[in-house]
């Protein structure tokens, strides 16, 4: 089939995000004892300005005492202007905001901190574009905005910004043709955690580590036990990994998020999840997608989507070196 360019710049609504806004004088340690990632020594951003490099963004994890993954987020600190005190935004999957802010503030305790739910009264938008053209975006004053990794698709690098509009002011009209975002999210192969896939993965098995989403050398949070022994004891025998397959072949099969795998040579039990799918903007046939899946199931046979009799998943190679364990 003939490729199709993607469109850019592109700048889209994204329903299917929220917002968690962390503030206070303690907000900044308390995040430190809740998430997988450093928090202590995020540079301030205040707008038009964007929220961007390690310094100021980061990918970080809630976990469950377990280790599993509650939620997964990117994470900015965007104060109201430079006299006032810390407000950390946590771009996460709509469908977890509420419960996410729920679980932190009952461990508020006597802290300095407040926990909000603002998926409500803010939205958010993706602007994504080629790197060279990312000049053009214009943040206005009072809106949050941080920018994600590049991506490399269809031999093009593109730049993504996730922007947060106080639903107070007047917004321009924005397209809600997400296609482009989603699809650009997935090939990065950063996994996000959503409702059907919550409490599903140690942060390993998605390679939360290997894309800068864990901090081995902080202090305590929930679950960091667990993650640690993971990782210095070589437990983890399951990898998130880039797969495709053909639409014409996959037909009514679901590509949601929580779909299980199956190996032909083990069809009695499932070998992993979908992580994340998109259709392809370039390819109208093609679908990409993020998996979980057990690293033996790779060896040799085949990945089939659904059910031991689905279609069949071709698996491509990650943009990024994973950290060996």
């Known amino acids: 089939m003939t490729n199709k360019p993607q469109n850019t710049p592109k700048h889209v609504s994204l329903s299917q995000w929220g917002l968690i806004l962390v503030e206070g004088a303690d907000a900044a340690s308390f995040l430190q004892n809740q998430l997988s990632n450093t928090v202590l020594g995020l540079r301030r951003t205040f707008a038009p300005q964007v929220a961007q490099t390690f310094e100021a963004v980061r990918l970080v994890g809630y976990c469950s005492p377990k280790g599993r993954l509650l939620a997964s987020a990117w994470l900015g600190l965007f104060p109201e202007d430079t006299n006032a005190q810390d407000r950390f935004a946590l771009f996460i999957s709509k469908d977890l905001a509420a419960s996410t802010a729920k679980r932190l503030a009952m461990f508020v305790l006597r802290s300095k901190v407040k926990v909000i739910d603002a998926s409500s009264e803010w939205s958010i938008s993706g602007y994504c574009c080629h790197d060279s053209d990312i000049g053009e975006l214009k943040i206005e004053t009072g809106q949050i905005s941080l920018r994600l990794p590049d991506v490399l698709a269809n ?57 800068a989403g864990v901090d081995f050398k902080k202090g305590c949070y929930p679950g960091q036990e667990i993650v640690a022994r993971s990782q210095y004891r070589g437990a983890i025998k399951r990898r998130l990994q880039l797969a495709h397959a053909a639409q014409n072949l996959i037909g009514d099969q679901s590509t949601a998020p929580g779909v299980e795998l199956f190996h032909s040579n083990d069809p009695s039990q499932p070998a992993g999840l979908v992580v994340l799918a998109s259709p392809s903007p370039a390819d109208l046939n093609r679908i990409d997608l993020q998996v979980e899946c057990k690293l033996e199931a790779l060896e040799n046979g085949e990945i089939h989507l659904g059910s031991a009799q689905g279609p069949v998943l071709k698996i491509d190679s990650l943009p990024y070196p994973l950290i060996e364990i």
């Open 155 to 211: 031999h093009q690098t593109y730049a993504r910004v996730l922007i947060a509009s106080n639903n107070d002011r007047s917004q321009e009209k924005l397209s809600d043709d997400s296609v482009q975002w989603n699809h650009l999210e997935v090939m990065s192969a950063i996994p996000r955690i959503v409702l059907a896939t919550q409490e599903q993965f140690v942060p390993q098995m998605i390679n939360f580590e290997s894309v």
